[in-house]
C-alpha cells in the first residue's frame, strides 16, 4: 500500500528545497513528501493522485506565489482531498492573511519562515496534525474505479463484466454521488464519456469496451497457441470443470468465455447444497476457486472472447473466434450453458438495463437500498436472488405464475423465503408493462384468477424465468433437440438424419455430440439435471471421452 502524501508547495526553489529536506529526514519512514514550484504541475499531480486512490495527509503551502495566493491554492486542493490537514506557509507580512485564512479554509496551522530549528517550530506542530489525521484515516480503496449513470446499461454491462471475473471496483454515480461529480469534474468529463473506467495507476477509459477492459486487467485476450488438445467453450460449471481435469491431466487446454466465468451459478449469492460445503458458498467464490486450480494446472483462459463457428479440417476442429482469429483444436467441449429466456413483454426491453435485469442481483443488489424491488420466477435461482437482495431492499416480491413454490423452488430456500419478513410472495401473478421515465418506476401487474389489473411502485425487477441454451451459433449439422439443447450420445439414434451425419465406425461416446471429436457438458446438453454439481460431473466426465477420442486420431 503507497504511503500517505506530504504534499509542499512553493515557488521559490530555495525555500522548497529547505522545507523538503527538512520534512524527508523526519517523515520519510512513513509518508512520501512530494513538493513543487507550479501550481499548475501541483494540480495535475493531484489530480493524478486522487484518480490512484492515493492519500495526501497534509498541504504546506506557500501564501505568496506569482500563479496563485497559498489560500486559493488550499481552496482546490481541499476540494480533492477534503480530509487532508492545511498549513499555510507564510512571511511575518502575511500573517494578517494567515489568521483570516484559519477562518475561510479552515487552516489548520500558519508556520512562519525561516522554521529553524525544525525539532522546535516544524516538526511539533506537523506532529500533532499527523496523529489529528491519522486518527481519522481510513484507507482509500485501492482499485479499479467506474463512474456513470446508475440507469445506463452500458454501465450494468461493465459492472458485470468486472464482478464476473471477480474483479473489485468502486461505483459512483456521477449525478448522485458527491465523489463521482468531484471526480467528474477535476478530469473534465462530460455526459457522452460515460460511463468511464479509472484504473489503479490513475489513467482512465472513456466508453471502454470490454476487451479494451480486459487488457488492462490482465485478462489474456489472445492465445498463446495455435493448436490445443482440447478448447473448451464456455467457463461455467461444466467448463471450469473440464478445464481443471484437462489441465492437470497433461492436456494442453484452452477455456474460452464470452462473458464472465461462472455462468449463472457465479452469480448466485449462495449456494447450499454443493457437496462439502455445509455452510453454502457464493457462487463468485465457487469460480474463484476453480479458476485459480484451472490456470494452476496451466489452462489459458480467453475472455471476454466469443466463438462464432466451428469448422472442419481434416480431423482438426478450427474454432473461429469473434474477431475473425482461428484456433486449431484436436478436440471441443461445448458447455456454453444457458441465458435467461427474454420476457417478451411491453416496455421490459426499453428498460433493460435501466432498472430491468436478467439476473445480475448480486450486482446491482446495492442500488436497491431502502426500495422496493420485484423478482421474476420461481426457481432456485430466483429464491436465492430475492434472499440477497433482501439484505438490501425495503420489500421483495417474488411473482409467479402458479399458486406457490412448492413445484419449482428447493425445500430449503422456500422456508428461508418464508421466515424473512420483508420478502412477499405473489401467486397468480402475471407483469402486463413496465412503465417509466428514463428508467423503471412502476410495473402493471394482473391476477390470473381474478383478472383484476393495478400498477405497482417498482425501483428495480430482477428476471430468472427459465432458460435457453445458448446454441444458436452451433453448426456442422450438430443435432439439437426442439429447444435448441444438444443431443449426445445414444440418444442421437432417434433423429432420422443420425446415420446419414455419423460415419464412425463406433457409437458416440456418452457425452459426444453426432461431429465426433466434439462434445457437450452442462446445461447446454439436452437431458441435463440443470444443478451445479451434475454440471461440474459433466464436466469432468468429458475429459475421459476426450482421451478416448484423441487415442483413435
Same mark, same amino acid.
Given at each position: 500500500m503507497a504511503? *500517505? ?14 522545507i523538503?529536506?527538512?520534512l524527508?529526514?523526519h ?5 512520501r513528501?512530494l513538493s ?6 501541483a494540480m ?5 493522485l486522487?484518480?490512484r486512490?492515493e492519500?495526501?495527509?497534509?498541504f504546506i503551502?506557500? /501564501?505568496?506565489m506569482? $500563479?496563485? /495566493? ?5 481552496q482546490k486542493?481541499?476540494?480533492?482531498f477534503?480530509f487532508?490537514k492545511?498549513?499555510?506557509l507564510?512571511?511575518?507580512s502575511?500573517?494578517e492573511?494567515?489568521i483570516k485564512?484559519i477562518n ?8 512562519m519562515?525561516?522554521?529553524? !530549528?525544525? $525539532? ?6 506537523i ?14 480503496f485501492?482499485g479499479?474505479?467506474v463512474?456513470?449513470?446508475q ?5 450494468h454491462?461493465i459492472?458485470d463484466?468486472l464482478?464476473?471475473?471477480?474483479v ?5 454515480d ?12 477535476n478530469?473534465n468529463l462530460c !455526459?457522452v464519456?460515460? *460511463?468511464v473506467v479509472i484504473f489503479?495507476?490513475? #489513467? ?5 469496451s ?8 490482465g ?17 461455467? *460449471?461444466?467448463?471450469?470443470a473440464a478445464s ?5 491431466e497433461g492436456l494442453?487446454?484452452l ?9 449463472q451459478?457465479?452469480t ?6 454443493y457437496?462439502g460445503f ?6 463468485s ?5 476453480a479458476?485459480?486450480?484451472a490456470?494452476?494446472f496451466g489452462?489459458?483462459f480467453? #475472455?471476454p472472447?466469443?466463438?462464432k463457428?466451428?469448422?472442419?479440417k ?6 473461429v ?7 486449431n483444436a ?6 456454453t450453458?444457458?441465458?435467461?429466456r ?8 426499453e428498460?433493460?438495463g435501466?432498472?430491468?435485469?436478467y ?5 446491482e443488489?446495492?442500488?436497491c437500498g431502502?426500495?422496493d ?5 420461481g426457481?432456485?435461482?430466483?429464491g436465492?436472488?430475492? %434472499? ?5 431492499a425495503r420489500?421483495v416480491?417474488?411473482?409467479i405464475?402458479?399458486?406457490?413454490l412448492?413445484?419449482s %423452488?428447493?425445500?430449503y430456500?422456500i422456508d428461508q423465503?418464508a421466515?424473512?419478513e420483508n ?10 408493462e413496465?412503465?417509466g421515465?428514463?428508467?423503471l418506476e412502476h410495473?402493471?401487474?394482473?391476477d390470473?384468477? @381474478?383478472s383484476e389489473?393495478?400498477?405497482? *411502485?417498482a ?5 430468472f424465468?427459465?432458460?435457453?441454451p445458448?446454441?444458436e ?11 435448441g439443447?444438444?443431443?449426445t450420445?445414444r440418444?442421437?439414434?432417434n433423429?432420422?438424419n ?5 460415419k464412425?465406425?463406433?457409437d458416440?461416446y456418452l457425452?459426444? @455430440?453426432s461431429? !465426433? ?11 441435463a %439435471?440443470n444443478r451445479?454439481?451434475?454440471?461440474v460431473?459433466?464436466?469432468?466426465m ?5 482421451h ?5 486420431v
Amino acid at each position: 500500500m503507497a504511503l *500517505p502524501i506530504i504534499f509542499s508547495i512553493d515557488d521559490d526553489p530555495q525555500v522548497l528545497r529547505a522545507i523538503s529536506r527538512d520534512l524527508k529526514s523526519h517523515y520519510r519512514d512513513k509518508y512520501r513528501i512530494l513538493s513543487t514550484t507550479s501550481v499548475a504541475e501541483a494540480m495535475e499531480s493531484l489530480l493524478e493522485l486522487q484518480n490512484r486512490g492515493e492519500e495526501v495527509a497534509i498541504f504546506i503551502s506557500d /501564501q505568496r506565489m506569482p $500563479e496563485m /495566493q497559498g489560500v486559493d491554492f488550499l481552496q482546490k486542493a481541499m476540494k480533492m482531498f477534503p480530509f487532508a490537514k492545511r498549513v499555510l506557509l507564510t512571511a511575518y507580512s502575511d500573517t494578517e492573511a494567515a489568521i483570516k485564512a484559519i477562518n475561510d479554509v479552515q487552516l489548520d496551522y500558519y508556520l512562519m519562515k525561516p522554521w529553524d !530549528p525544525p $525539532e522546535e517550530k516544524l516538526y511539533p506542530p506537523i506532529d500533532e496534525l499527523l496523529r489529528d489525521w491519522q486518527g481519522n484515516y481510513r484507507p482509500e480503496f485501492k482499485g479499479i474505479k467506474v463512474i456513470g449513470y446508475q440507469f445506463s446499461p452500458k454501465a450494468h454491462e461493465i459492472k458485470d463484466f468486472l464482478a464476473g471475473n471477480l474483479v473489485p471496483y468502486l461505483w459512483f454515480d456521477a449525478e448522485s454521488n458527491e465523489t463521482g461529480r468531484q471526480i467528474s469534474e477535476n478530469n473534465n468529463l462530460c !455526459p457522452v464519456d460515460f *460511463p468511464v473506467v479509472i484504473f489503479e495507476d490513475g #489513467s482512465l477509459l472513456k466508453t471502454p469496451s470490454l476487451i479494451d477492459i480486459a487488457e488492462r486487467i490482465g485478462l489474456n485476450p489472445k492465445t498463446k497457441q495455435q493448436i490445443y488438445d482440447v478448447v473448451i467453450i464456455g467457463a461455467g *460449471p461444466a467448463g471450469l470443470a473440464a478445464s481443471v481435469y484437462g489441465a492437470s491431466e497433461g492436456l494442453s487446454t484452452l477455456l474460452i468465455e464470452r462473458k464472465a466465468p461462472g455462468g449463472q451459478a457465479g452469480t448466485s449469492s449462495r449456494i447450499e447444497n454443493y457437496l462439502g460445503f455445509p455452510t453454502g458458498l457464493s457462487g463468485s467464490e465457487l469460480t474463484r476457486r476453480a479458476i485459480t486450480q484451472a490456470t494452476r494446472f496451466g489452462t489459458e483462459f480467453l #475472455s471476454p472472447q466469443f466463438v462464432k463457428e466451428i469448422k472442419l479440417k481434416d480431423k482438426y476442429k478450427t474454432v473461429v473466434l469473434g474477431d475473425g482469429s482461428e484456433v486449431n483444436a484436436k478436440a471441443v467441449v461445448i458447455t456454453t450453458g444457458v441465458d435467461y429466456r427474454k420476457l417478451e413483454t411491453a416496455g421490459i426491453e426499453e428498460f433493460a438495463g435501466k432498472g430491468i435485469y436478467y439476473g445480475a442481483a448480486s450486482t446491482e443488489a446495492s442500488s436497491c437500498g431502502n426500495k422496493d424491488v420485484y423478482v421474476l420466477g420461481g426457481g432456485n435461482s430466483a429464491g436465492q436472488a430475492a %434472499m440477497y437482495l433482501s439484505k438490501f431492499a425495503r420489500n421483495v416480491y417474488i411473482l409467479i405464475r402458479r399458486n406457490d413454490l412448492t413445484s419449482s %423452488m428447493s425445500s430449503y430456500l422456500i422456508d428461508q423465503i418464508a421466515g424473512t419478513e420483508n420478502i412477499a410472495v405473489m401467486g397468480c401473478t402475471e407483469i402486463l408493462e413496465a412503465q417509466g421515465g428514463d428508467h423503471l418506476e412502476h410495473l402493471k401487474l394482473v391476477d390470473l384468477n @381474478t383478472s383484476e389489473e393495478r400498477t405497482v *411502485p417498482a425501483d428495480a425487477l430482477f428476471i430468472f424465468i427459465g432458460a435457453k441454451p445458448f446454441t444458436e451459433w452451433v453448426g456442422l449439422e450438430i443435432i439439437k433437440n426442439k429447444k435448441g439443447f444438444i443431443e449426445t450420445g445414444r440418444e442421437m439414434k432417434n433423429y432420422d438424419n443420425f446415420k446419414e451425419i455419423w460415419k464412425v465406425n463406433r457409437d458416440p461416446y456418452l457425452l459426444e @455430440t453426432s461431429s !465426433p471429436g466434439i462434445f457437450a457438458a452442462g446445461d447446454v446438453r439436452a437431458g441435463a %439435471m440443470n444443478r451445479v454439481t451434475s454440471a461440474v460431473g459433466e464436466g469432468s466426465m468429458s475429459i475421459s471421452f476426450v482421451h478416448q477420442y484423441l487415442s483413435e486420431v
